[in-house]
């Protein structure tokens, strides 16, 4: 007989055999050298955790109790497998390019990435696979028993204890596995390869027994035949409506164990191996159970008739001393146990810990400053920890379930768990109508539906249930019958569970969903799910890694420009030493082309822009606030640039403008110069040619030189008043003139001025009309100045008004604070065009014949009445030419004081104006 | 050989001294003052010699000399123009507009009577 302590040597052995090989895989991998590792056999293998110490081991028990109906356990996956191009290639497809982490991350992923729903999931996960882990617990526990029960101590070692040391013992292994390193994309080779040593194990060893029963201890198949025929089993009947639950119960918790889920989508190196799956893996399951029912048989017949058969594997090698076989059945169906806890622990733990744990962990304060190694060392420990609660839970369902049940049975309670996630699945999968809030509705429908119905009741009466309330319903009520709900009564508890549970399920989520909006995330996932391959008909996955380089650098090339987005390119792919533009996209080298975009695009608009090519097409809320964001910053920008143009625009026409004035002023430069020489050089050609003429002094009469020295005089004159009136004007324009303001009458100041034109009241050629009352006012000015306008307006008059009876009339007018002085003779009046024209320098109107002035009079009479405060303007409308000089009155007092001159106590003291 | 000239200036002194200095010279000297009909006293009077202003009230002496020179009659006519306005600019202009001589003011009288003389074709200081 073989001992306790070999058996758990050869268990230490294998365990440390298969550590070796994954330690192997694993450095083989992080050097990239994949080769087989990512070959479809490896990925078909790894699949086998299907077939779990349930299968080792039930299997056979199931076809001892239940006949044939086993094989509904192996119809679902086949059946799946087959028709892999409806659901898994979807499924696989979407779970890569949105690299997605587990189940729990696939249903809040799709939701909306509502965590709500990822903690749900994760939640029925762990309570739905705790089952099977005590499944796996009881397995093995009672495989050692097997070997011990004839211990030489006699007494059977302690059940608990061999299955508190099996569980310490798988979590030890599954955290040495499984958690040595944080991958990424939660890929774990090594633990991949070991699953699939194991999965040939297994099946070598369950197909060792069996060739050994039907041609060892059998005469070969005839004789195995005619022994099934007199068995039990040969009495097993079809039922149907247990059959069609079965299939499609394991074929759901073959699309939704997290383990399964697993292997089969993170796992996944190349979507192309589910070619191969599709029909190798319905082989290895055929293999797996075609010695089930002779082993079956076998074991009835010849072992007693208290023998578990769940353990025929083990107990018929045994009974027949065939230890060496027995031990090869034993490590094949701990292999079944170890690989399953393993990856169960695996896919839960990163449950756990990315749903639970984290979310926790980060809203919890004072995580400010992690760093990214703080965040490591803490999911590390998170999923060990996860791990052992895992396992930890297994053992107390194994002991509150009081172990004794069938395998089988407890395996149907887990799948039917689990199967609950599938409604939320598929429909997540096919129908975009599909809303957080129905599958959140679906979930905990079903899922309670199922704690309900199957998963409390399997504790037995008075565990977690009462027994009043298993017999009788709560409170009472018959039809909430925990195993007869709404009093259906007399079918299986199982069909019963998947039933009412399934069917709550499906009604709520599909009710809820169309009840319900989807938000715009929702939407959105919700697309990119059911038209995966609309959005990437290439389809990106099945074709080699380089497609993915090549889309980046299109992309790059189109932001960055060809040239710049080329050297980048080849840049990295030289330093990853590859030839040519097309880099692998590590994590480093999509990091370093992110930043280079985001120079150019913002770096939210980079991310979402590479995360969509490399297919981690999540795009975020915040990611999407942050585009937006970015877009209203370069909004911003932009309507900045355009204000800051048409300032520009705004700018270049005042330039304009002052470049137009400049230009006029040049030209209005040239034409006073022009006029100033023509001024001058008139009155010298007479000056010179007549003082020539007397020089020459032969026969001039005496009259004659009398007359040309006249006009010599008074040419002379006429320059001496033309530079007058010129410093004049630059003195008055310059504001470098000196005003004495006094208070002055103005009727003395009109008489002045009447007396130096020589144009007096009443006389021959020009009549002055006058108003001596009204010119009894008293301004306060520079009498001087103001007799100057006023001078120069008379003899205006005088040279231009040539009607026949000339007549200026002088009217004053006091007007809120002002006095007017009109000067407005008979005469032709102004052309309406000469009116804009005439206070400038030199405008003198119509012809060109002097008039005695040099067309300067008007504009100094402009700069003085400015100078007093005052103005002059042209009073159009008066029959002929018409002035109006303004001035400010002094105040009321000025008119009291009319008469009297020069008050000096009003007497201001000169002073220097100096205005511009 | 003719002796007959027309001075078109709006100056009153000008017009006195060079009709002065001009027929102490024996010419037949012609005035005319206003600018807008110095191309009809022309015609009428068809002088041997022009004497043209360029600042004269209702045309300038330049458009004078075009109209002058776009005409058959006048198109040879020996023209003096006078400016006030010194600038090359103008000289420049007068000679494109085709006057024959250019005399800025103010001139020596003997300057002014040389240059007709010689626009007249006649020797220099010749008594008349």
Known sequence: MVSFDLLIAVCLAYVAFLFLIAFVADSRARQGRFGWLRSPLIYTLSLSIYCTAWTFYGAVGYAARSGLEFITIYLGPTLVMAGWWVVLRKLVHIGRSQRITSIADLISSRYGKSNLLGVIVTLMAVIGTTPYIALQLQSVTLSFAVFSEPAPAGAPPDINATAIWVAAGLALFTILFGTRNLDANERHHGVVIAIAVEAVVKLVALVAVGVFVIWGLGGGAGDILARIDASPISAWELQPGRWFSLIFLSAAAFLTLPRMFQVMVVENGDERHLITASWAFPLYLLLMSLFVVPIAAMGLTLLPAESNPDLFVLTLPLSQGREGLAMFAFLGGFSSATSMVIVAAIALSTMVSNHVVMPIWLATAGHGATKSGDVRKMVLRARRLSIAAILGLGYAYFRFSGGGAALAAIGLISFAGVAQVLPAMLGGLFWRGATRRGALAGLIAGFAVWAYTLFLPSFGGGVILPQGVLDNGPWGIGWLRPQALFGIEGIDPVIHAVLWSMLLNVVSFCLVSLLSFPGPLERLQGAQFVNVFEH??????????????????????????????????????????????????????????????????????????????????????????????????????????????????????????????????????????????????????????????????????????????????????????????????????????????????????????????????????????????????????????????????????????????????????????????????????????????????????????????????????????????????YLPGQGGAAFRVSLTLPGERGEKRSGQKAVSSRRRPRRKQAAG | MGRRVLLIEDEPNIIEAISFVLGRDGWDVHTHANGATATEAVLRVMPDVLVLDVMLPGKSGYDILRELRAAPRTRDLPILLLTARGQSRDRDLAEELGASRFMAKPFSNAEVLESIRELAGLPPGEAP
């Open chain 1, 536 to 873: 990437s008909p290439q389809a990106r996955g099945w074709q080699a890694g380089g497609s993915e380089a090549e889309d980046l650098l299109v992309m790059a090339q189109r932001i960055m420009g060809p040239e710049q987005a080329q050297a980048l390119f080849r840049a990295e792919a030289s330093a990853q030493g590859k030839a040519g533009y097309l880099p692998d996209p590590s994590p480093e080298f999509l990091q370093c082309l992110e930043r280079e975009l985001a120079g150019s695009v913002g770096s939210a608009t980079a991310h979402a822009m590479v995360g969509q090519i490399v297919g981690g097409a999540s795009v975020s809320v915040p990611d999407l606030m942050a585009v937006a964001n970015e877009t209203a910053q370069m909004m911003e920008y932009s309507s900045q640039l355009e204000a800051r143009s048409r300032q520009l625009a705004r700018t270049a026409r005042q330039l304009r403008e002052a470049n137009r004035k400049l230009t006029e002023l040049s030209i209005q430069k040239d034409a006073f110069l022009s006029q100033i020489s023509h001024e001058l050089r008139t009155p010298m050609t007479s000056i010179r040619a007549f003082s020539e003429i007397l020089r020459e002094g032969r026969e001039l009469a005496p009259e004659t030189r009398e007359r040309y020295c006249a006009i010599i005089h008074d040419e002379t004159l006429r320059l001496t008043r033309l530079l007058d009136d010129l410093l004049d004007l630059g003195v008055l324009q310059n504001g470098q003139v000196e005003l004495s303001l006094e208070p002055v009458e103005l009727a003395a100041v009109l008489d002045r001025a009447l007396a130096a034109t020589g144009v007096q009241q009443g006389g021959e050629h020009l009549r002055i009309v006058r108003d001596p009352a009204a010119e009894r006012v008293i301004v306060e000015t520079d009498g001087d100045r103001l007799a100057q306008v006023f001078i120069n307006l008379i003899s205006n008059a005088a040279k231009y008004c040539d009607s026949t009876a000339p007549e200026l009339r002088i009217k004053v007018q006091r007007r809120a604070g002002e006095v007017e002085i009109d000067f407005i003779d008979n005469g032709p009046g102004i052309s309406e065009r000469d009116q804009a024209v005439i206070f400038e320098k030199f405008a003198r109107l119509g012809d060109y014949r002097s008039a005695g002035g040099a067309g300067l009079g008007l504009a100094i009479c402009r700069e003085i009445m400015a100078r007093l405060g005052g103005s002059i303007v």
